[in-house]
């Protein structure tokens, strides 16, 4: 359980709701206002896509993969993870998603554990430990419920 001072510390860190570092100029983007950005704190020439909720970041991780026209973890993580120059990223995301979240080869989007075992590992791969206290269950459902919805 987080107490209410660590809660803030967690809303103010995440504020933009950007929970897979989706850059502005990539696919998808149903649930974003196309709009609304921000600059990288290591990077400030990287703009990244800044969502209304944590539900509509969640959810256009899977609108971004779902762009990608393939079901195969490899060749989404293949094109998800591309901008990583050293090609390590790549190794530690398909074993990350295949082992511990149990991400099958090949994804059904239209099986709810599957995506939301996707966007829980994208969103720990992508972010602090700390994520996994501030994306809970509940928002996870949410963003599989506004991708059923569209």
Sequence with gaps: MVDDTSLLLLEQKYRNNN???IKIGT???QTWDGVSNYKGSINPELVFRKYESKAHGLAD???VIKDYETDSLSEIIN???QDD???EKYENYYRDLSGIYEV???IDFTNKEQ???LMKGITDIE????ANDYYTQDDYIQAYELLIAE
């Design 79 to 81: 094109t998800y993870a």
């Design 115 to 117: 995506v939301i075992r």
């Design 85 to 87: 120059e050293g090609g």
């Design 19 to 21: 929970p897979g570092n």
């Design 61 to 63: 991780i899977i609108n």
């Design 127 to 130: 972010n602090d430990p700390d």
């Design 27 to 29: 696919y998808g983007g």
């Design 104 to 106: 099958p080869d090949n």
